[in-house]
């Protein structure tokens, strides 16, 4: 260091490249071990990047959602025409079917009162968001929608889209956030299948999800085999970070394992993932005792 | 001053279209990598002085709003600006070749980085799938898309480098 600092004295420079990229490495390795250590990210440098990018990528992703869209338009234009007639003919043949469905949810919605079902799976209170931009990277799967902190979003608040699970925010800025979804190759979580309440545990993967659109499930304990292909699955209570009873898909494929107690197989999502415009945030999070 | 200002804003430039425009494009769930254009053409053309300075800029962004663990791209990133500003004395600006291969390289060394400390480490063993089906794509596609920025960037460097020397002449 000391030899340094002389070699560099003697040119007249005071910072020499050699000096520079060390301590930036010192800087990166430090803060990778503090972030590491004490789960931080950002802060307030998140803040002060917030005010630079926020506005740009609210203008350039409508840019960019008009492309996707030209895209898509031009793909499907031929599959339309023949799907009209098709869904003609269903329009007809469903218009029966939804009044007999009508008069069914009737008696199930004076059954679930009598059994006070509704207080099970509480309204949560949510707010909607943009997505604004998505990892600038092809291996994980995050994005940024354009509410923060001033929004009273927080870390950890989960993020739903429709009626199924996203992910979860992770990063928070003061007008964007940063939400991880459940599909991300990092993130594993705590399932629970809707009609026997067995626990599974959900692993995000990056290889089924762009194979097959599904995300594999193990350790599954289903000694009656009462769980079937289209079950579906849902977050369960013992998860501590995703609140109890949302939808993340249904039971694609099912198989038991070699040691013959636990299942494993595979979901798929209930939420598109390639095409998210807008995203509920729940503004509760799971809190324990 | 005024160079580096340019290569701030380049810099955002490039991350913003990244993680805007390009993913509204992406192939077959792959989209290009601008910043590793940006930084290791900076690189090559300005030195390693310059390469160290965008690398962790650009980093930086990446981990701000994606963090994985805050100040690791900031390291990739410079680390890839550093070892393309070896080859300065390799560049000459008429030359394509050179620029494209450093590109090439620069992106599927990333790749292969960010596999080992990301994946494989939590014991993911897939790396043939994820080198046919995620590093090679995105090295194709970003090459492609390296071709229009590169001759952008190579445009932007020389007008600054010909502004600085018009200033040093005039106070020297």
Redesign the interface.
């Known amino acids: 260091m000391r030899r340094n600092r002389k070699r560099s004295g003697k040119n007249k420079m005071r910072f020499s490249t050699r000096n520079i990229f060390f301590t930036l490495i010192g800087i990166c390795c430090i803060s990778m071990f503090v972030s590491l250590t004490f789960n931080i990210n950002g802060g307030p440098l998140k803040n002060v990047a917030d005010y630079v990018f926020g506005p740009m990528q609210r203008g350039l992703n409508q840019i960019g959602q008009v492309l996707t869209n030209r895209k898509d338009e031009l793909k499907n234009l031929s599959k339309v025409v023949a799907e009209n007639e098709r869904l003609h003919k269903q329009i007809d043949e469903l218009t029966t079917e939804n009044s007999t469905l009508k008069l069914k949810q009737y008696e199930l919605e004076n059954l679930q009162k009598l059994y006070e079902l509704d207080q099970k799976y509480p309204s949560y209170k949510k707010t909607g968001a943009r997505v604004i931009a998505k990892d600038a990277g092809n291996w994980f799967d995050s994005f940024v929608i354009d509410k923060g902190s001033k929004d009273g979003i927080e870390v950890d608040m989960n993020v739903i889209a429709g009626s199924g699970l996203v992910g979860r925010v992770t990063a928070v800025g003061r007008h964007s956030a940063t939400v991880t979804s459940i599909i991300n190759d990092t993130c594993n979580f705590s399932g629970m299948m809707i009609s026997t309440s067995d626990y599974c545990i959900i692993r995000g993967n990056l290889m089924t999800m762009n194979q097959d659109q599904v995300i594999p499930f193990d350790t599954l304990k289903d000694p009656k085999d009462k769980v079937t292909e289209g079950e579906q699955v849902v977050t369960s209570n013992i998860s501590d970070k995703y609140l109890e009873g949302i939808l993340v898909g249904y039971v694609t494929t099912i198989k038991t394992d070699s040691n013959n107690l636990t299942k494993s197989g595979t979901i798929t999502p209930v939420v598109d993932f390639e095409h998210l415009e807008e995203v509920l945030v729940i503004m509760e999070k799971k809190e324990y005792n | 001053m005024l160079r580096k200002v340019v290569e701030i804003g380049l810099c955002?430039i490039c991350?913003?279209?990244?993680?805007?425009?390009?993913?509204?494009?992406e192939i077959g769930?792959?989209?290009p990598?601008l910043?590793v254009i940006l930084v290791a053409a900076i690189g090559f053309m300005n030195?390693?002085?310059e390469g160290?300075?965008i690398g962790?800029i650009s980093g930086?962004?990446?981990?701000?709003?994606?963090?994985?663990?805050?100040?690791?791209y900031?390291?990739l990133y410079?680390l890839i600006g550093?070892f393309n500003g070896c080859f300065r004395k390799e560049f000459f600006p008429d030359d394509v070749k050179l620029p494209m291969i450093m590109i090439a390289l620069s992106d599927f060394v990333l790749?292969i980085v960010?596999?080992v400390l990301?994946?494989l480490f939590?014991g993911?063993l897939?790396i043939g799938?994820?080198v046919v089906?995620?590093m090679v794509p995105?090295l194709v596609y970003t090459l492609v898309v390296s071709i229009l920025l590169y001759l952008i960037i190579l445009k932007i460097n020389q007008r600054l480098e010909s502004y600085e020397k018009r200033r040093a002449s005039k106070f020297g």
Do not use: C
């Open positions: 955002i991350f913003v279209l990244q993680i805007t425009v390009f993913k509204s494009l769930s792959v989209s990598n910043l030195g390693k002085r160290i300075f962790f930086l962004f990446v981990d701000l709003y994606f963090p994985q663990v805050l100040g690791l900031a390291l410079m550093y790749n960010i596999y990301l994946f939590r993911d897939k799938y994820y089906n995620i995105e």
